[in-house]
């Protein structure tokens, strides 16, 4: 039975692709099959992976029943993922009836023997298409930047993330939030991570141990190679992080 970990925040720009790709690739080079998918019309997840979106079939075509989820999945060299491109934003408008919270929990039920894992990129607002990965996710991880407007944002996405919880998905478990770009000579980075750590005290939630470094090797991996990270660049710091983190949610006892 697969494992459905989404991550999502209501800012753009906080780590949430990067972090979408990282955790499945480390996921993925500790044996485990994982799929990866783009429900961000962004598509940026799909792009990192080197997905091809312009001829093939997305996720928007699953939704909309258009063809099979298993003939919608890519297998590239980084992970299988099921891709996306803009038309996954018209979900927004042509889904309005009770239970179109269940449109992506529906289409991935027929992948749950075919995988160990489901990592699911979302978009950076919350509405309908970030609803539905919430339902269908078994657990969620919000990344954040080291910036005081970054962690206000989190307070939202904590309360969307329980209404859906409480509604819709029960057994949705908030694993917590984990820091991106970090600066651990900065000043500034050990001031926010002190404020992220109260946060997360007044909200009832897990900051967790691991933060990410910023490194422009990592966006060199996902962008101009679409490579693999931990083959690309095995002792870049960042990769290591990352390696960390999903040792910690292993510890934890989360995945």
């Given amino acids: ?24 690739v480390c996921l993925k080079h500790k044996n485990y099959k994982v799929l990866g998918v783009d429900f961000d ?9 080197g997905a091809e979106t312009r001829e093939s079939p997305t996720i928007y075509d699953v939704i909309k029943k258009q063809v099979s989820v298993i003939d919608a999945i890519q297998h590239t060299p980084v992970i299988d993922i099921l891709p996306t491109d803009g038309l996954l934003g018209n979900i927004e408008k042509e889904y309005f009836d009770a239970g179109s919270e269940r449109l992506l929990k529906d289409a991935l039920e027929p992948l749950d023997s075919m995988y160990d894992y489901i990592v699911i990129d979302s978009p950076p607002e919350l509405g309908l298409i ?70 997360c005290e007044n909200l009832n939630m897990t900051l967790l141990n691991t933060a990410i470094r910023h490194s422009t090797v ?31 949610l292993f510890e934890r006892g989360l995945l």
Avoid: W
């Fill in 130 to 199: 970030s609803a539905n990965v919430l339902t269908a996710s078994n657990l969620v991880l919000i990344p954040a930047l080291c910036d005081f407007f970054s962690l206000q944002g989190v307070i939202q996405v904590h309360e969307t993330i329980n209404r859906i919880k409480h509604a819709i998905n029960p057994d949705l478990v908030l694993g917590g939030m984990f820091l991106c770009r970090y600066y651990p000579r900065e000043e500034l980075s050990r001031v926010a991570r002190e404020t992220a750590a109260k946060l």
């Fill in 41 to 49: 019309k962004q598509g940026y997840f799909s792009y990192s992976v």
């Fill in 218 to 248: 990592i966006t060199n991996a996902m962008t101009a190679a679409q490579e693999d990270l931990i083959e690309f660049a095995p002792k870049n710091p960042v990769v290591k992080d990352y390696i960390a983190l999903v040792d910690e």
């Fill in 1 to 24: 039975m697969a494992k459905i970990i989404s991550l999502i925040n209501e800012k753009g720009g906080v780590g949430k692709t990067s972090s979408a790709n990282a955790i499945a």
